[in-house]
């Protein structure tokens, strides 16, 4: 049976790619403070010590990663750097690193967001860690030629809306967003960012 790492697992959509993965895959789920193995995926030495004890792997897929959600005036420069070095390097640290463990023919996918290409006041942080993602993305696609890298970019989930009560009925289901990343895994592309057109 294949080998999936999840990164992001306990999360509304993580929790919907576990379900969906589950019946072809042995999912190894990685979260902050519960899984298979705790992680801060910001810590390059964490990292490369999770990925020695996993060993190899033919897929790994991150829902995870942290950014500030609030107008210009309420952003710090620290704000900047908390969510650069969570999201987005915490992302890249498990592609880089991860990379050097995976099986021949492995399948990355990491998390963006809609954000990236449209903007909405609160979401700058965010937007911008997006769009720097998707570039990450798509370079390392051309260089890593016996693997797969691919983005998903999802909007709100149905469901997160409901938890922060918001007005849902633009929310697409997580369950939606899990398949993106199954078709991110197993598309056979590599350099695509997949969304719910």
């Known amino acids: 049976m294949k080998k999936l790492v999840l990164v992001g697992s306990t999360g509304v959509i993580g929790k919907k790619v576990k379900e969906l ?3 072809d895959y042995e999912v190894i789920s990685v979260n902050r403070t519960s899984g298979d193995y705790q992680l801060d995926m910001a810590d390059a030495e964490a990292v490369e010590s999770m990925f020695k004890e996993i060993g190899g ?3 790994l897929i991150s829902t995870s990663g942290y950014g500030k959600w609030a107008s210009i005036d309420e952003h710090s420069i620290q704000d900047f750097h908390d969510g650069l070095n969570s999201k987005l390097m915490g992302q890249v640290n498990l592609v880089m690193i991860g990379r050097k463990y995976a099986n021949a023919g492995a399948s990355f996918a990491v998390s963006t967001g809609i954000l990236a290409q449209y903007p909405v ?19 390392a696609a051309l260089e890593m030629k016996e693997m797969n890298i691919n983005a998903v970019s999802p909007s709100f989930a149905k469901e997160t809306m409901e938890l922060m009560g918001m007005d849902s009925t633009s929310g ?16 056979g592309k590599s350099g695509e960012v997949y969304h719910v057109s």
């Open 21 to 23: 993965f589950g019946t």
């Open 57 to 59: 792997f033919d897929a």
């Open 121 to 139: 006041e609160g979401g700058l942080s965010l937007g911008m860690i997006n769009a720097g993602l998707e570039a990450f993305v798509r370079g």
């Open 172 to 187: 697409v289901p997580a369950i939606e967003f899990a398949k993106l990343y199954k078709e991110a895994i197993e598309s």
